[in-house]
């Protein structure tokens, strides 16, 4: 694989990442994060989205008429989460209702249809989908780092499994009810931002 | 080729949607038994947690066939009739009068006890709210609820399918000591304010913040309670 190519894989997993660089999808990063199962599913549901609303609108990039490009865009995105709605519906029910509303939201999701006009419309199919993949990758990271801190500070569990053994409640240790609420998220999230920009020199803005 | 041309832009549009809505409509079509399914199994889920069984989305159908022996359909009027209580469509039950009204019983069985579970159906803040409530033989006092919702909101009303507001329920009666029909009444002010408003017996504790989905709570309870009056002192143990 040609070293550009994967560059667009690794980018958005640290200097060019969604959510810490360009702060974008910054919304379902709050709102599913409280465990960890929703955060994996959205993060895949994403993947699913992200990489094959790449490749479409990458085959199609020559034959969409520029002045209803982003309805085609919007049309497509739309069509896939319909897909993926129906099919966590039918296999993945209890999930589904957890992520309720948020699987629709993928539609207006700024990263989707951010990748679709900045990449997708200009580059082959190939590297639109390493491209989609890297974005979404570098989402669903955030996401699951955010939900790993959130589940095990605010309900002592990871992935619904208790982890932290009950000795440590009997010694008063309580649940940090704060992670649960969505301000905790951003808080998160900003430490992220935070680790990842004083140890990225990259990422050091000159003033 | 000029795709910027008006007959083009619309050309493609067309035929876009057409692929688009013939490839959604397929999925659905093949996908809506699983998820048909999955809606029956949440609802015997939530019978059974009304009788406080705890089940899963694996085990709910064996476990609804252990406890649920048998349902019927009663009336205003307190005539039991055959038929499958679950079948019935609460949504539909809710718009009609109460006197047309089909009225599901579910006889449950756990431990060598009987209860008898009724579903509710209301309106809460944002949009349907809907429960089980499990009661005695005595119709009366309430062994177990469980409640759950479509869209209430976060934190606040979306509280009412969590234990901590669905465990109050139990030992609640529907009818005061003169056998007049009073349901259960939400108090608002936090936790304790049933005790301060000293209705122990008929009351809970409302939610904070969440008042218009417990007012509606409130209401789907005694307007689906109601109808039951002549059956449930009728057939009191």
Known sequence: MASKNIKLLTNPLNLDNPITVQVLGICSALAVTVKLEPAVVLSISVLFVLAFANVIISLLRNTIPSRIRIIVQLVIVAALVIIVDQVLKAFAYSVSKQLSVFVGLIITNCIIMGRLEAFALGNKPFPSLLDGFGNAAGYGMILIIVAFFRELLGSGTLWGFQVIPDSFYEFGYTNNGLMILPPMALIIVGVIIWVQRARTKELIESN | ?237
């Open chain 2, 1 to 237: 080729m000029n795709t910027n041309s008006n007959v083009y832009t619309f050309i493609y549009a067309s035929v876009m949607v057409i692929i688009v809505a013939a490839l959604l409509s397929f999925i659905a079509l093949q996908l809506q038994p699983m998820q048909k399914k999955n809606v029956e199994i949440e609802k015997k889920s939530n019978i059974l947690a009304a009788i406080g069984v705890a089940s899963t989305q694996d085990d709910a159908e064996a476990l609804y066939k252990d406890h649920v022996k048998n349902s019927y359909i009663a009336t205003e009027a307190g005539e039991k009739t055959e038929g499958d209580a679950f079948t019935v469509k609460m949504a539909e039950e809710v718009k009609k009068a109460s006197s047309e009204r089909q009225l599901p019983i579910y006889e449950c069985f756990k431990n060598d006890s009987t209860f008898f579970v009724i579903p509710l159906r209301g309106k809460g803040l944002w949009g349907p709210v809907w429960g089980y409530l499990a009661f005695y033989e005595d119709f009366n006092t309430i062994y177990g609820a469980t409640f759950d919702h479509k869209g209430e909101t976060p934190g606040l009303g979306a509280d009412i399918n969590q234990d901590w507001f669905e465990e109050p329920f139990s030992n609640k009666t529907i009818f005061d000591a003169d056998g007049k029909f009073v349901s259960i009444t939400t108090h608002k002010g936090g936790k304790g304010a049933a005790l301060a408003a000293n209705d122990t017996e008929h009351g809970v504790d409302a939610i904070s913040g969440g008042t218009i989905t417990c007012k509606g709570l409130e209401k789907m309870l005694a307007d689906c309670l109601a109808p039951y009056e002549t059956y449930f002192k009728k057939n009191k143990k």
